[in-house]
Protein backbone atom coordinates (compact mmCIF):
# COMPACT_ATOMS: atom_id res chain seq x y z
CA UNK A 1 0.00 0.00 0.00
CA UNK A 2 1.07 3.82 -0.02
CA UNK A 3 0.05 7.01 0.22
CA UNK A 4 -3.49 8.34 -1.46
CA UNK A 5 -5.45 11.33 -2.43
CA UNK A 6 -9.12 10.61 -3.22
CA UNK A 7 -10.61 13.26 -5.36
CA UNK A 8 -14.37 14.10 -5.22
CA UNK A 9 -15.74 16.98 -7.67
CA UNK A 10 -19.24 15.98 -8.50
CA UNK A 11 -19.53 19.12 -9.89
CA UNK A 12 -17.00 18.57 -12.91
CA UNK A 13 -15.12 21.76 -11.90
CA UNK A 14 -11.54 21.87 -14.46
CA UNK A 15 -9.03 21.31 -12.23
CA UNK A 16 -6.10 20.88 -14.57
CA UNK A 17 -3.12 19.17 -13.59
CA UNK A 18 -4.05 19.26 -9.80
CA UNK A 19 -4.61 15.52 -9.64
CA UNK A 20 -1.41 15.16 -10.31
CA UNK A 21 -0.27 17.27 -8.04
CA UNK A 22 -1.92 15.92 -4.71
CA UNK A 23 -0.27 12.87 -4.21
CA UNK A 24 3.06 14.56 -4.62
CA UNK A 25 1.50 17.88 -1.95
CA UNK A 26 0.49 15.03 0.79
CA UNK A 27 3.60 12.86 0.47
CA UNK A 28 5.88 15.90 0.57
CA UNK A 29 3.95 17.51 3.41
CA UNK A 30 4.01 14.17 5.22
CA UNK A 31 7.88 14.13 4.13
CA UNK A 32 8.46 17.63 5.64
CA UNK A 33 6.37 17.86 8.75
CA UNK A 34 8.18 14.59 9.84
CA UNK A 35 4.88 12.82 10.20
CA UNK A 36 5.41 9.24 10.65
CA UNK A 37 2.10 7.34 9.06
CA UNK A 38 1.80 4.83 6.72
CA UNK A 39 -0.65 4.36 3.88
CA UNK A 40 -2.01 7.66 4.82
CA UNK A 41 -5.21 8.69 2.56
CA UNK A 42 -6.98 11.79 2.49
CA UNK A 43 -9.83 13.06 1.26
CA UNK A 44 -10.22 16.73 -0.81
CA UNK A 45 -13.77 17.70 -1.89
CA UNK A 46 -14.25 20.64 -4.27
CA UNK A 47 -17.53 22.34 -3.46
CA UNK A 48 -19.13 25.72 -4.89
CA UNK A 49 -19.74 28.68 -2.90
CA UNK A 50 -23.39 27.46 -1.46
CA UNK A 51 -21.75 24.28 -0.44
CA UNK A 52 -18.84 26.77 1.67
CA UNK A 53 -21.17 28.90 2.78
CA UNK A 54 -23.30 25.87 4.42
CA UNK A 55 -20.21 24.05 5.81
CA UNK A 56 -18.44 26.72 7.47
CA UNK A 57 -22.00 28.02 9.39
CA UNK A 58 -23.29 24.54 10.05
CA UNK A 59 -19.33 23.36 11.04
CA UNK A 60 -17.48 27.08 12.34
CA UNK A 61 -20.37 29.26 13.00
CA UNK A 62 -18.90 31.29 10.49
CA UNK A 63 -21.10 33.33 7.74
CA UNK A 64 -18.22 33.53 4.76
CA UNK A 65 -17.49 31.68 2.04
CA UNK A 66 -14.35 30.26 2.92
CA UNK A 67 -11.71 28.89 0.23
CA UNK A 68 -10.33 26.24 2.59
CA UNK A 69 -12.09 23.45 5.26
CA UNK A 70 -10.29 21.05 6.81
CA UNK A 71 -12.38 18.28 9.13
CA UNK A 72 -9.25 15.92 10.53
CA UNK A 73 -10.36 12.52 12.00
CA UNK A 74 -11.38 13.43 15.10
CA UNK A 75 -10.71 9.72 16.84
CA UNK A 76 -6.91 10.50 17.05
CA UNK A 77 -4.10 12.38 14.43
CA UNK A 78 -5.25 9.24 12.38
CA UNK A 79 -7.74 6.66 11.91
CA UNK A 80 -6.09 3.37 11.39
CA UNK A 81 -8.60 1.07 9.40
CA UNK A 82 -7.28 -2.07 7.09
CA UNK A 83 -3.52 -0.41 8.27
CA UNK A 84 -4.18 3.01 6.57
CA UNK A 85 -4.26 6.34 8.02
CA UNK A 86 -6.87 8.42 7.32
CA UNK A 87 -5.71 12.16 7.41
CA UNK A 88 -9.72 13.38 7.43
CA UNK A 89 -10.91 15.84 4.65
CA UNK A 90 -10.29 19.25 2.82
CA UNK A 91 -13.23 20.97 1.18
CA UNK A 92 -12.12 23.59 -1.23
CA UNK A 93 -14.42 25.72 -2.76
CA UNK A 94 -13.59 25.77 -6.24
CA UNK A 95 -15.10 29.63 -7.42
CA UNK A 96 -13.01 31.22 -5.03
CA UNK A 97 -10.07 29.38 -5.76
CA UNK A 98 -9.93 30.55 -8.44
CA UNK A 99 -11.21 34.57 -8.18
CA UNK A 100 -8.36 34.32 -5.87
CA UNK A 101 -5.54 32.82 -8.62
CA UNK A 102 -6.66 35.72 -10.88
CA UNK A 103 -6.59 38.45 -7.59
CA UNK A 104 -3.01 36.64 -6.65
CA UNK A 105 -2.34 36.34 -10.17
CA UNK A 106 -0.47 32.58 -10.34
CA UNK A 107 -2.16 29.47 -12.02
CA UNK A 108 -5.18 27.97 -10.84
CA UNK A 109 -3.08 25.17 -10.31
CA UNK A 110 -0.93 27.14 -8.07
CA UNK A 111 -3.86 28.22 -5.70
CA UNK A 112 -5.81 24.77 -5.94
CA UNK A 113 -2.32 22.82 -4.60
CA UNK A 114 -2.00 26.12 -1.66
CA UNK A 115 -5.20 25.29 -0.55
CA UNK A 116 -5.28 21.27 -0.17
CA UNK A 117 -1.75 21.95 1.03
CA UNK A 118 -3.11 24.57 3.56
CA UNK A 119 -5.95 22.30 4.43
CA UNK A 120 -4.06 19.15 4.88
CA UNK A 121 -1.67 20.89 7.30
CA UNK A 122 -4.71 21.54 9.07
CA UNK A 123 -5.73 18.17 9.69
CA UNK A 124 -2.27 17.25 10.41
CA UNK A 125 -2.12 19.45 13.50
CA UNK A 126 -0.67 22.97 12.19
CA UNK A 127 -2.49 25.89 13.08
CA UNK A 128 -1.86 30.06 12.52
CA UNK A 129 -3.55 31.33 15.80
CA UNK A 130 -0.09 32.66 17.42
CA UNK A 131 2.88 33.87 15.47
CA UNK A 132 4.80 31.58 16.51
CA UNK A 133 2.42 28.54 14.80
CA UNK A 134 1.96 30.98 12.10
CA UNK A 135 5.77 30.78 11.23
CA UNK A 136 6.22 27.46 11.35
CA UNK A 137 2.71 26.30 9.33
CA UNK A 138 3.77 28.81 6.65
CA UNK A 139 7.42 27.55 6.34
CA UNK A 140 6.23 24.27 5.79
CA UNK A 141 3.67 25.39 2.99
CA UNK A 142 6.66 27.42 1.69
CA UNK A 143 9.05 23.99 1.97
CA UNK A 144 6.35 21.51 0.23
CA UNK A 145 5.63 24.10 -2.37
CA UNK A 146 9.29 25.16 -3.34
CA UNK A 147 10.16 21.21 -3.39
CA UNK A 148 7.67 20.90 -5.73
CA UNK A 149 8.27 23.17 -7.82
CA UNK A 150 5.15 24.75 -7.63
CA UNK A 151 5.55 28.82 -8.05
CA UNK A 152 3.57 31.45 -7.41
CA UNK A 153 4.05 32.80 -11.36
Given at each position: ??????????????????????????????????????????????????????????????????DVLSFANQDEVSVKSKDISDLGDVYVCYPKAEHQAIEYQH???????????????????????????????????????????????
Amino acid sequence: MSNQVNIFNEQGFNLEDFPKLALGILNQTLKASKTKVKNAEVAVVFVDEAQSLLLNRTYRNKDYIADVLSFANQDEVSVKSKDISDLGDVYVCYPKAEHQAIEYQHSLNRELSFLFLHGLLHNLGYDHETKEEEKVMFQLQKTVLTTLKIFRN
